[in-house]
């Protein structure tokens, strides 16, 4: 049939359906998923991020990086403290997406 040539041709990559994976992956964790939400608030440091979540900043550097490597967020240097901030728009919409998707009735 050709819809199934089709639909194969167009199959994304391994790289990047592995890609799709790990951020889906990292965003099935609640604590990372308060991150981005609070971050979707404001542009935040490790500290205030770690206050709202009555988390130790340790804890929250941890699931920071994890982010970070993955491109959902990112980070500026003010000074000697580390503000972070979410990498760009796409990363509030899959948020809001899921959000609204859980809340649909």
């Not at 050709?2 to 889906?24: D, T």
């Not at 609070?38 to 206050?51: G, H, M, P, R, Y």
């Amino acid at each position: 049939m050709a819809i199934l040539k089709e639909i194969k041709e167009s199959l994304y990559k391994e790289e990047v359906m592995n890609q799709l994976a790990q951020i889906f992956k990292a965003l099935a964790d609640p604590t990372r998923l308060k991150i981005i939400y609070v971050l979707s608030k404001s542009s935040l440091c490790v500290c205030d991020i770690a206050n709202l979540l009555d988390m130790t900043q340790s804890a929250i550097s941890h699931h920071l990086r994890l982010l970070r490597n993955l491109r959902l967020v990112k980070f500026k240097k003010e000074g000697k403290t580390v503000i972070y901030s979410l990498d760009d728009e796409h990363v509030l919409q899959l948020f809001k997406q899921g959000l609204d998707h859980v809340k649909h009735e």
